[in-house]
């Protein structure tokens, strides 16, 4: 026999015995938006989809795609409502039974799309859903028109981790769904979806919210929940939201639960910086002064009393590289002060740094702290390794830029720049020798600031052959008009201050103003530089053939070659080098084989 429990006392108090606790909405839920007047920050999309709409032009799928929590899967529910809204006359207003995205109350099918519990939209995670089994179930249930709406929406989310046959097999119903059928695609990673796909949809790229919005956002909603929050957190949480709008109302929910105040709810920056494991803004900026200013021992001991403070070395770092793209944006754009996410102290000590500053050197200040949040990620000791940083960003920070060591360079005296800077050529080597002019042109450059130029030389430098121009060409390192001088110019006539040539068949027609132009810069004076009419002598690189054949012809007429050859049938001669030095050299030792062996002694 079953008992009876009906007279026993509730535990409840008095007045409360049917009073179910109901659950906690988080914020992001409980603001998500309805349609898309509530959408901030993607006026582009809303503005495409509001025309496409009044002007009847809905396209049959769209995929979008965006970081996390932009509005992606919110805004394929609002345009599932949009296809399928329907509103009954009522106070002598008129039906609404149309696509359209002008929703200014719930429809009949809204509330149920809202919570996902609509028969005829069918929200499908492609995470847990990647197979063929699952889409030919999609294509499938396609034929069938809506059980209660106008419109069977498929919302498919996290496309990109379908597999590849998946896609294959959606592709087309994907191109010629029936007219009843929508699709509707999120993605944070586009590049993984076949172009095949992406061809056959509308794209639509949701931005990440600008901070300013965002703290507008959440300060809205602070009113709301009736929170007291400090500008400063509000605009510290948009800052490690990234543009998230679902990211900056999870930190805002974390930040009210750890708030404190017993009458009303207050959040504070400085309960943020504990909870987030940030750095204390005003104490930041100066380690960052520490470090511009060279004053080591000062920043790592600033490093270390905001790392006892429970600050991440990890996120100094960043944060010390988001203070330098401040100051360099104020610095380049100095209405960027006008920022509502910048706090008071970033704004006054960014405009000091962005004065006194240059550009080079908040640039590699830039550089030094991104490569050095690579090493921390894999470092075992972050602390030291963000103290190691700090040091290299100490030592760099007072380093000259290029053309500020080139001007102290080129302030230097003479005699000083000369002494210091010996060159073993310019002693050794004989006057007009191409190791003489590199050294003379080098030496040059040094004492001429601020730009360095190894390829001029003193004025009074003698040319006296056609040999020494190419010679001089070589020195300065200007290979392409050495090498076209070798290859290209039929020499009529040479003296020194002028040259009159032929141009080999396929020479530039502008070698004669290159050379000239050369020439003043190399000797200091104006050089007459001609194309002829005239045949001329064959060119360098011609001549030189010339004497490799000749020389060639002169070994294979040997008569110990032509032994040789005999005995090496196959046997090619490809180069003809000049004899060695040697007291018992032989012809046979001169001449360079290809696929054969050295010759024997008897031979």
């Known amino acids: 026999?079953?008992?009876?429990?009906?007279?026993?006392p509730s535990l409840l108090p008095k007045g409360h015995e049917a009073i179910a606790p109901t659950p906690y909405r988080v914020l992001a839920r409980k603001y998500r938006p309805a349609n898309f007047d509530d959408l901030i920050g993607q006026e582009a999309m809303v503005t495409t989809l509001s025309n496409a709409f009044d002007l009847g032009r809905i396209h049959q799928a769209y995929i979008l795609t965006g970081v996390r929590g932009v509005g992606k899967t919110t805004t394929a529910r609002i345009l599932a409502r949009a296809f399928n809204y329907e509103l009954p006359a009522r106070d002598g207003k008129p039906a609404i039974n149309a696509p359209t995205i002008h929703m200014p109350e719930l429809g009949v099918h809204c509330q149920a799309i809202i919570d996902s519990r609509h028969v005829d939209v069918i929200e499908m995670d492609a995470a847990s859903h990647t197979g063929i089994d699952d889409v030919r179930e999609i294509i499938d249930n396609a034929r069938y028109r809506p059980v209660l709406a106008r419109?069977?929406?498929?919302?498919?989310?996290e496309v990109h981790m379908l597999s590849k046959q998946a896609f294959n097999g959606l592709l087309k119903t994907l191109e010629e769904p029936p007219d009843h059928v929508k699709f509707i695609f999120a993605t944070t990673e586009i590049e993984k979806v076949p172009v095949t796909v992406r061809s056959r949809c509308q794209r639509f790229d949701l931005r990440r919210i600008e901070a300013d919005r965002l703290v507008a956002h959440l300060s809205g909603i602070c009113v709301k929940e009736e929170i007291a929050a400090e500008p400063e957190a509000l605009a510290s949480i948009a800052r490690a939201a990234e543009g998230s709008v679902r990211d900056a109302l999870s930190l805002l929910d974390q930040a009210i639960a750890h708030a404190k105040g017993s009458l009303r709810v207050e959040v504070k920056a400085e309960d943020l910086r504990q909870m987030l494991g940030l750095a204390d803004r005003g104490r930041l900026i100066e380690l960052f002064a520490d470090v511009m200013r060279g004053d080591i021992a000062a920043a790592l001991a600033a490093m270390k009393a905001l790392y006892e403070s429970g600050a991440d070395p990890q996120r100094?770092?960043?944060?010390?590289?988001e203070f330098t793209h401040i100051v360099t944006r104020l610095k380049l754009v100095p209405e960027t002060a006008k920022d509502p996410a910048l706090s008071e102290v970033e704004r006054v000590r960014g405009a000091e740094f962005a004065q006194s500053l240059s550009l080079p050197v908040l640039t590699r200040a830039w550089q030094l702290l991104l490569k050095g949040l690579n090493e921390i990620k894999d470092s075992p000791r972050p602390l030291a390794a963000a103290d190691m940083i700090l040091v290299r960003l100490a030592y760099a920070a007072d380093l000259p830029t290029p053309d500020e060591a080139l001007r102290r360079l080129g302030n230097l005296p003479q005699a000083t720049t000369a002494a210091s800077s010996p060159s073993p050529a310019r002693d050794s080597a004989p006057a007009g020798s191409s190791a003489?002019?590199?050294?003379?042109?080098?030496?040059?450059?040094?004492?001429?600031?601020?730009?360095?130029?190894p390829e001029r030389t003193e004025p009074g430098l003698r040319?006296?052959?056609?040999?020494?121009?190419?010679?001089?060409?070589?020195?300065?390192?200007?290979?392409?008009?050495?090498?076209?001088?070798?290859?290209?110019?039929?020499?009529?006539r040479f003296e020194e201050g002028a040259i009159e040539f032929a141009l080999a068949p396929g020479a530039s027609p502008q070698l004669a103003q290159t050379l000239m132009r050369r020439l003043q810069e190399w000797t200091g004076r104006r050089w007459m530089v001609a194309i002829s009419s005239e045949a001329g002598t064959p060119s360098l690189k011609e001549q030189a053939e010339a004497a490799a054949?000749?020389?060639?012809?002169?070994?294979?007429?040997?008569?110990?070659?032509?032994?040789?050859?005999?005995?090496?049938?196959?046997a090619e001669i490809v180069a003809v080098r000049e004899a060695e030095p040697a007291e018992n050299a032989t012809a046979?030792?001169?001449?360079a084989y290809i696929d054969s062996a050295p010759p024997e002694d008897d031979l």
């Open 463 to 492: 040319l006296a052959r056609f040999e020494d121009v190419v010679a001089q060409a070589a020195a300065a390192r200007d290979i392409q008009l050495k090498m076209a001088l070798e290859r290209d110019v039929r020499l009529v």
């Open 1 to 8: 026999m079953a008992e009876d429990h009906s007279a026993e």
């Open 549 to 570: 054949a000749a020389s060639l012809h002169g070994v294979r007429a040997d008569p110990l070659v032509r032994a040789v050859m005999d005995v090496f049938p196959g």
């Open 151 to 157: 419109t069977k929406v498929y919302i498919i989310d």
């Open 316 to 321: 100094l770092l960043g944060e010390l590289a």
């Open 436 to 453: 003489s002019l590199v050294s003379r042109g080098t030496g040059q450059a040094v004492r001429a600031a601020p730009a360095p130029q």
């Open 588 to 591: 046979a030792e001169d001449i």
